[in-house]
């Protein structure tokens, strides 16, 4: 009983290894649900270890794949992230913590994220061409941002965020008709 | 159906010995009513719904696989 084990050479960050206790309870929950709910997945679990460029910059990745992944990635992935959004409530992750874990599935992230940056470019070229604001189609909080960090260079067009809730939209609008709008709130 | 739901109401709320899901067939459609220690609502609801919305899709998604529908009612 009474060797110490010699210290580990490499010693995680603190709130790396915070995360790490993420795990088991994710993998138990994910398992229960996808048995109960007859999905045909089965998924690994990965940190990465210097966060791939990406602004978003998770650490966990839950990625899933099997005859279901379909289902997963379907209507811009409402059901992965619906997942997403009920395991990590339920393992009790802060909210601010909930971008550091992800769910993932056949790249569908990485995939999503370059649709999203090609439809801002393509949407602002819209409000400018019309002149007038152009709403997009409804984003997650997320993929909002991602269209937020992908206009930010352009100085002929601004974006805003407005309404709440589910029916929150982006909104890109012309430089040219100015800053006199309700909701300037970024997300 | 029940036993997913239960599973997903469980793991959200702090009073899981609370957690009550009844299944209603009708013809159409299968009612899953779900009642929780009214403390723990704002649990399986979430803001804006978020919470309860996002539980829908996934017993929409799991009945899909059914080829039959579900509705969660959540009770007060």
């Known amino acids: 009983m009474g ?18 206790s993420y795990r088991a309870p994710i993998e138990a929950l994910l398992n229960t649900i996808i048995a109960r709910g007859g999905f045909q997945l089965s998924f690994t679990m990965r940190r990465l270890t210097s966060p791939e ?5 998770p650490e966990l990745v839950v990625d899933f794949s099997g005859p279901d992944s379909d289902l997963l990635v379907e209507a811009n992935g409402e059901l992965l992230n619906a997942l997403e959004y009920i395991v990590l409530k339920a393992v009790r992750l802060e909210e601010e913590l909930f971008t550091k874990i992800t769910f993932d599935c056949h790249q569908f992230r ?10 801002a470019q ?12 152009f709403p997009l189609e409804r ?17 002929d067009v601004r974006t805003e965020s407005q309404g709440y809730g589910a029916e929150r939209r982006l909104v890109i609008i012309p430089a040219a008709l100015g800053r006199n709008s309700a909701g300037p709130d970024r997300r | 159906m029940k036993e997913l739901i239960e599973a997903i109401a469980k793991a959200l709320v702090d009073n899981p010995d609370q957690v009550q899901v009844r299944t209603v067939e009708g013809e159409q459609v299968t009612v899953l009513e779900l009642r929780v220690h009214p403390s723990d609502l704002g649990k399986v609801i979430g803001k804006q719904g978020r919470t309860a919305r996002s539980i829908r899709t996934i017993l929409g998604a799991a009945g899909m696989k059914l080829k039959k529908r579900f509705t969660l009612e959540i009770l007060e």
């Open chain 1, 110 to 119: 990485r995939l999503r994220r370059e649709e999203l940056k090609l439809m």
């Open chain 1, 139 to 155: 984003l997650t909080a997320r993929e909002r941002r991602i269209v937020h960090l992908a206009l930010r260079e352009r100085s």
């Open chain 1, 122 to 133: 393509v949407a602002a070229d819209r409000a400018l061409e019309s002149g007038a604001p």
């Open chain 1, 3 to 20: 060797s110490e084990a010699a210290q580990p050479a490499s010693q995680d960050r603190p709130p790396a290894r915070e995360l790490e």
């Open chain 1, 53 to 57: 460029a990406d602004l978003e910059a």
